[in-house]
């Protein structure tokens, strides 16, 4: 089964910088694009960044400049370092992977982002 393992999150000052880490299972990671989304309660999931498996990015307005995703092929984990946060950064965040051999699209459990002002 496959499995995207999130950490990272947690309360931090605005200004301050987290870094999220999501581990991916077996033979999924290599062959998937990999992204972090975000939801607030009541809103829609909205796309924070993402990253081809070749390692093309694209970001949000909302957080280029600040954000910066990345990914580990030897470790099958992408990352997402955030810095200069603010508050409506607030969210719990969610990893994902589009698994483009199988068109399949696996989510994580989240993981909350707290921003205090």
């Known amino acids: 089964q496959v499995q995207l393992v999130e950490s990272g999150g947690g309360l931090v000052q605005a200004g301050g910088s987290l870094r999220l880490s999501c581990a991916a299972s077996g033979s999924i990671f290599r062959f998937s694009v990999m992204g972090w989304y975000r939801q607030a309660p009541g809103k829609q999931r909205e796309l924070v960044a993402r990253?081809?498996?070749?390692?093309?990015?694209n970001y949000a307005d909302s957080v280029k400049g600040r954000f910066t995703i990345s990914r580990d092929s030897a470790k099958n984990t992408v990352y997402l370092q955030m810095n200069s946060l603010k508050p409506e950064d607030t969210d719990v965040y969610y990893c994902?992977?589009?698994?483009?051999?199988?068109?399949?699209?696996?989510w994580g459990q989240g993981t909350q982002v707290t921003v205090s002002s």
């Open positions: 994902n992977a589009d698994h483009v051999p199988t068109h399949t699209t696996y």
């Open positions: 990253i081809s498996i070749g390692g093309n990015t």
